[in-house]
């Protein structure tokens, strides 16, 4: 049976833990907290697996297969020495795209010491997470996969383990990035392999049997352009949404922005951490997040937005995860 907005709302009045900021549990101090971040997910774990080794796969076909036998030394380098930096740095962001927290906010910090501690004046609302018991910030979503909220979360990708938030958007950007320019290098290569082998003898343009290379190639060949499309129109959606400042999630909810759009520029410079520099290319660079401070996290209505029961049920209709802490 389906249930109205009203019905849920007193569902979840039945579940006081969900209600009442003595049932949750405070979050674990810092100091016993680990400092690196990895989502025990098998699907993700996969993905994450797989790519590696596509990445891997890719370097032994342009290096065994195609530039070794090749007889031309310094185009057999140039490509070599490109093909690998480039990979290296796809991989080198895809690690720091995973192992980055992207954003998490403290779980089970619903408590009522945290709340107490805010200090909300009249008319202030906060939004409750009842799956983590969380504090909810403004533009913060819960991610099933995660089991946290993520400030600003864009998506979670399997492909990276993790999801995509304002503190690991930077890495996942490069990521795309770097995983398209390898498949269109690697293209690129194989197509003049290919040019190469017919006009000589097969048995001579690699090391491998003739049928064996063209296996090689052809699978290379269609990883390359698979990825080529799919890394590409990430890459743009990424930029998109960082110079639109509109993430994933807001653009599919249609959400009407209720906070200050930094868009164009100014928003490339706030998710890559600085002014254009040649360390936005790089996924060792750290970005310089600023986390808000408590009282910022804090979603605050205007004067005239005190809510009323019928407003309360429209936001359950939209977001079942809302709680209005306001006495």
């Not at 907005?5 to 900021?21: A, G």
């Not at 504090?135 to 993790?162: E, F, G, L, T, Y």
């Not at 998109?240 to 009407?256: A, F, M, P, V, Y």
């Not at 998710?271 to 290319?281: D, I, M, P, Q």
Request: net charge neutral.
């Amino acid at each position: 049976m389906m249930l109205t907005p009203v019905h849920r709302f007193r569902d979840i009045e039945r579940k006081p833990e969900y209600l009442q900021p003595e049932k949750c549990v405070p979050p674990p101090s810092h100091a016993s907290l680990g400092t690196m971040w990895f989502i025990r997910d098998g699907c993700g774990i996969a993905c994450a697996v797989v790519t590696w080794m596509l990445v891997f796969y890719a370097d032994f076909v342009v290096l065994l297969v195609m530039l070794v036998p090749s007889r031309d030394y310094v185009y057999s380098v140039i490509n070599g020495t490109l093909f690998n930096t480039l990979a290296f740095l796809a991989l080198a962001s895809h690690f720091r795209a995973m192992l980055t927290d992207p954003g998490a906010v403290p779980k089970g910090n619903a408590t009522k010491e945290f709340i107490e501690s805010l200090q909300l004046k009249p008319g202030q609302v906060v939004y409750k997470c009842p799956k983590c018991c969380s504090i909810k910030p403004d533009r913060a979503h819960h991610c099933s996969v995660c089991k946290r909220c993520i400030r600003k979360m864009d998506h979670h990708c399997p492909w990276v383990n993790n999801c995509v938030g304002e503190n690991n958007q930077k890495y996942f950007v490069l990521f795309t990035m770097y995983i398209a320019l390898i498949s269109l290098h690697a293209l690129i290569m194989v197509g003049f392999h290919f040019l190469y082998c017919f006009e000589e003898d097969w048995t001579k343009c690699s090391s491998f049997s003739p049928p064996t290379t063209v296996i090689l190639l052809i699978l290379l060949c269609f990883e390359a352009l698979l990825f080529l499309i799919f890394t590409s129109v990430m890459f743009g959606t990424q930029v998109h949404s960082i110079c639109t400042d509109e993430t994933g999630i807001e653009r599919l909810k249609n959400q009407k922005p209720t906070w200050e759009r930094t868009s164009g520029w100014e928003g490339m410079k706030l998710a890559f951490g600085g002014a254009f520099s040649l360390g936005w290319f790089n996924p060792f660079s750290s970005m310089n997040c600023k986390s808000p401070a408590p009282a910022e996290a804090v979603a605050a209505a205007p004067a005239s937005a005190i809510m009323t029961q019928e407003e309360i049920e429209q936001f359950l209709a939209r977001d079942v995860a809302i709680q209005v802490l306001h006495e």
